[in-house]
C-alpha cells in the first residue's frame, strides 16, 4: 500500500483563457473544471489511475465537497475530521500553457486534529511501502511538522517522501541528521534555496546540456543526510542523484495545457516505478514521463498509463559525479 498525506487539501478550480492573460482587463473563460487537489491528494490521484493499492490521509469534514469528489474519482481516502471548510485554489491557464496559481492559506488545524492527522499516518504506516508527505502546511500545523513525522517513521519499514516548500522544506533538511527521508523532490527554486545558489542558473545550465550545477546542489543534500534527490526542473528535464550515482532525463517535446499536478505526477511515477522493482534510471524516466504527461493535459487532470511514453524519455547517467567547486 501507498500512503499520501495532504495535510493542506484543495478544491481545484481551473479557468482556461484562449489567449493570454492581462492584468486588470476583462477575460472570456474558454474552459471550467474543478477537481479534488492538494499534491498527496494528486499522487493518490495518478497512483489509483495506475491500479495501485494507494489511501489519501487528508483533514477534512465528513460533508467537505473534496470526499465526494474523491469518491468519485475512485480514490480511497482517510479523513481526519476538522471544524473547517477544505480551501478552494483557483488556477488560470493561458493558451500557451501558462500557469497562475492563486492558492487560499487553508482551514485551520488545531492540536487535536494534529494529533489525530499524525496518528493516522502512523497507523497505517505498518503496512505501507511507501508515505509521500506533500504540500504546504495550513495554519496551526509547525513548520517542523514533515521533519517530525519522518522521524516517527524511522522504524517502519516503510520508504518516505517528502515534496514541499518554504519553510516546512527547510525544517526538513535541517533535520536530515535525525529525519532523512528516503526521497526528496524540489523544483530548481526549493533546490537553489537549499543549497544556496541562484535557481536560474539552475535552470538555464541544464537547459544547455550541464547539469553539474543542479547534480552539485543535490549532492550538499545527500552530504547532509538525504538518500535520494529528485530535482524536477520544468521543461528542461529533471535529474536524480543519490550516494551511487546521478542521472539526466530529457523529456519529449509537448505542447503545454496546464503544469498544474505536473510535479505531483512525477513523483507518483517515480513511486510507481519503485514499487515495480526498477532502477534508479528507470525510476527518473518513468518519473519525467509522468511529469510530461500531466503538463500535455488541461487543468488538474493527471495522466493514466495509457497517456505517456516512456520511450520518448531519454536518460543519461552523469556518474561519475562532477568535481565539487
Known sequence: MIVTVTPNPSIDRTVTLPAQLVRGAVHRVQSVSTEPGGKGVNVARALTLAGLDTVAVLPAGERDPILSALQSYGVPFYAVPIDGAVRTNLTITESDGTTTKINEPGAVIDEAALSALTAAILDRAASARWVVLSGSLPPGIPDSWYADVVAQLQPYGCKVAVDTSDAPLAALAAGFGRAAPDLI?????????????????LETALAQGNPEPVVNAALQLIERGARTVLATLGAAGAVLVNETGSWLATPPPIKPKSTVGAGDSSLAGYVRADVGGAEAPQRLQMAVAYGSGA????????????????????????SPYPARP
Not at 523532490?185 to 535557481?199: F, H, I, R, Y
Not at 503538463?295 to 552523469?318: H, K, N
Request: glycine share 8%; proline share 12%; charged share 20%.
Open 295 to 318: 503538463a500535455a493535459l488541461p487543468g488538474s487532470a493527471l495522466p493514466s498509463p495509457a497517456q505517456i511514453d516512456l520511450d520518448d524519455v531519454s536518460v543519461t547517467s552523469i
Open 185 to 201: 523532490k524540489p523544483n530548481s527554486e526549493e533546490l537553489a534555496g537549499l543549497a544556496g545558489v541562484d535557481p536560474e542558473h
